[in-house]
Structures are given as C-alpha cells and as structure tokens.
C-alpha cells in the first residue's frame, strides 16, 4: 500500500476539517495517509516540540511515495511551500490540489516555482483519480 503525505495548511478549524476530508478521501482510494496535524502536532515536549515536529515532518515526507500539496489561498502557505521543495528535491512525485479559481493572471495559477514542480489538480476527485493512475507507475 503506497503512502500518501498531505502538506496544508492547518492553522484554522476549516483548514484542518478540509485536510481531514481529504485524508479519508485518499484513504477510501487505498493509500495510507501521513496527516502532520495529527500524525505529527500533537507532542506535549514545549521545550523540543518544533524540533520534534520538524524531524516527524521530514521523516514523513521522506518514508511516503507521494505527495499531495493543498496549494488554496492567494499564496501558498509557506510551510507547505518547503514542503513541495523537499519532495521535489527528494524525486517523490507530487500533485498539487488548488479547488481555489483566483490565479496570478497571465503569471499562472499558483507561484511558478510550485506550478512547475506538481502535477496541478482543481479537484478532488481529479487528484484522486491521478493517485489510482500511478498506483502502478511508483
């Protein structure tokens, strides 16, 4: 079973409740599912706590075959943004899921730098269907 990283945004109760969503959508497609807002927040050590989730994070990114990235919003979110980079610097294919209809104008859709290092998907159900693709390719 191919693992899946979710990189979000996760600071707002809507964000998290999309990420959920959209775990259990990958989920039901037959992957596991890294989710850091609850595979790697959740860590009561305030003194080392950044360094721990940071080290969990890239743990994750590094132990998945995949990455999905949330890339709504008028910019990216800048964690998930070093997110994409990683991944993309590590070889792991990535898809880009952008349910937002702003775009930078004739710039693109998202930042060039991120737009050229996904596989760009305006829904849900697109992004799932090119996860079920490269089941078999990865």
């Given at each position: 079973m191919k693992t899946v990283y979710i990189a979000a945004p996760l600071f707002s109760e809507a964000e998290c409740?999309?990420?959920?969503?959209l775990r259990d959508e990958i989920i039901s497609a037959g992957?596991?599912?890294?989710?850091?807002?609850?595979?790697s927040n959740n860590i009561k050590d305030m003194k080392d706590r950044q360094k721990i989730i940071f080290?969990?994070?890239?743990?994750g990114?590094?132990?998945?075959?995949?990455?999905?990235?949330?890339i709504d919003g008028a910019d990216v979110d800048s964690g998930t943004?070093?997110?994409?980079?990683?991944?993309f610097a590590k070889g792991k294919p990535l898809l880009g899921l952008r349910t937002d209809f702003r775009t930078l104008g004739i710039e693109g859709t998202v930042n060039l730098m991120i737009e050229r290092?996904?596989?760009l998907c305006m829904s849900v159900s697109e992004l799932l269907n090119?996860?079920?693709?490269?089941t078999n390719i990865i």
């Amino acid at each position: 079973m191919k693992t899946v990283y979710i990189a979000a945004p996760l600071f707002s109760e809507a964000e998290c409740d999309f990420n959920r969503k959209l775990r259990d959508e990958i989920i039901s497609a037959g992957f596991k599912v890294f989710l850091p807002q609850e595979d790697s927040n959740n860590i009561k050590d305030m003194k080392d706590r950044q360094k721990i989730i940071f080290n969990k994070n890239l743990k994750g990114i590094e132990n998945s075959d995949i990455l999905v990235a949330v890339i709504d919003g008028a910019d990216v979110d800048s964690g998930t943004a070093w997110e994409i980079g990683f991944a993309f610097a590590k070889g792991k294919p990535l898809l880009g899921l952008r349910t937002d209809f702003r775009t930078l104008g004739i710039e693109g859709t998202v930042n060039l730098m991120i737009e050229r290092s996904v596989v760009l998907c305006m829904s849900v159900s697109e992004l799932l269907n090119h996860l079920k693709s490269w089941t078999n390719i990865i």
